[in-house]
């Protein structure tokens, strides 16, 4: 297949979709470029499998216009929007071979044989399937059934492909081994690819661009790295990255044009360089930190260890504060702490976020805005 055959920009202008009287899907604007890797993300249920059935034609949309490649298609069958779709389940043909499985769909449209046999070729080299052309699925691994899978969707040259948790029935070995054979396969062809998961791994991995979803809204969409950095609210933060960000409950003391001063639980002052102007001065807010932004420090935070796991070249440490807030630090190589024991544990200002009582963040002023303190 040629690099960017066909490829084409997918577009979501207030898109909706009821069932009866219940609205699951909420007006959702959307554009995805030509040739980009964009991920839908969010808990069970948040309408992310749905609106990537409304792409596909499997659902239909209740309301708003989908455009792919620039064209209306709301009103189109699947089969006509030119898309290529891989499904959690394989959906093999048992009874057929693996070649069979990969040509049965172009020989469904009579497609010449010719083309068929270059369009299977190409994509059992791609996919590394050459040598299991003449098995049938139960000869296969897991992981060589998702490649022919894929294969299926590959020869239909889409302009653009579309995957439902594909990799959720594969261990966790063949997992990682699949999500750098499906980054590397859209390096090699270009198209644009929209994939759906609950594992925000995947997303941060593969994705060029990450839309988290709740309850059949947006709550953020952007780049992975954009997304882990500048969260837009306690969802996303909490959501974006593995472990999950700490929370720590704060009040506003004080505010000027420099930031905020904030108090918590224990009675420790923290400064912080954010835009403060909505705020009012007893406030409650949230201090969010991620956990490798953590480390241990003398000066830091009493803590009890409730648990350790050493992994060797890293250590995650679960605890607990004083005033009984559970936090999680991720720290590099191997520590000498244990369980029922007793730490401090400090935070890395320039990595710290403000939250709002309504989850908004906060806009920083400057970087390195943080310091922590006893108070007076």
Do not use: W
Not at 179 to 193: K, Q, S, V
Not at 248 to 253: A, D, E, K, R
Not at 283 to 300: A, K, Q, Y
Not at 344 to 372: C, K, Q, W
């Amino acid at each position: 297949m040629k690099k960017g055959a066909g490829m084409a920009r997918v577009e979501l202008r207030g898109i909706v979709k009821e069932y009866g009287a219940v609205r699951v899907i909420h007006g959702i604007d959307l554009d995805i470029a030509e040739g980009e890797f964009c991920v839908f993300v969010g808990p069970s249920g948040c309408g992310k499998s749905t609106l990537l059935r409304m792409i596909a034609g499997l659902e239909e949309i209740s309301g708003g216009d989908l455009l792919i490649g620039g064209d209306r298609v709301n009103a189109l069958r699947a089969a006509e929007r030119g898309l290529a779709m891989v499904f959690q389940t394989y959906a093999l043909y048992p009874h057929m071979t693996v070649r069979q499985n990969l040509a049965f769909g172009l020989e469904n449209i009579r497609m010449p044989k010719d083309q068929i046999a270059r369009r299977v070729a190409e994509a059992a080299r791609m996919l590394k399937l050459e040598p299991y052309l003449d098995r049938r699925p139960k000869a296969l691994s897991g992981g060589q059934r998702q490649r022919v899978a894929i294969g299926r969707a590959v020869v239909r040259e889409p302009r653009v492909f579309l995957f439902d948790e594909p990799l959720s029935n594969l261990d966790a070995e063949l997992r990682v081994s699949m999500r750098g054979e499906i980054a590397t396969l859209h390096r090699r062809i270009g198209n644009t690819m929209i994939y759906v998961t609950h594992d925000q791994v995947e997303a941060m991995t593969m994705a060029d661009k990450i839309v988290v979803m709740r309850d059949g809204r947006i709550e953020q969409a952007g780049a992975p790295i954009e997304l882990y950095n500048r969260p837009a609210n306690t969802f996303v933060a909490g959501f974006i990255g593995s472990p999950r960000m700490n929370f720590l409950p704060c009040t506003v003391t004080a505010r000027d044009a420099e930031g905020i001063t904030l108090q918590d639980a224990q009675g420790r002052a923290l400064r912080a360089a954010v835009d403060g102007r909505t705020l009012a001065e007893g406030e409650t807010v949230e201090l969010g930190i991620r956990p490798e932004h953590m480390h241990p420090d003398p000066g830091g935070y009493p803590v009890e260890v409730e648990n350790v796991e050493q992994l060797g070249g890293e250590s995650y440490l679960y605890v607990r504060t004083e005033g009984g807030i559970a936090l999680t630090a991720h720290l590099s190589g191997q520590t000498g702490l244990s369980r029922g024991g007793r730490a401090h544990l400090a935070i890395r200002p320039e990595f710290a976020h403000v939250f709002r009582r309504d989850g908004a963040a906060l806009p920083r002023l400057r970087l390195g805005e943080l310091a922590v303190g006893e108070e007076g």
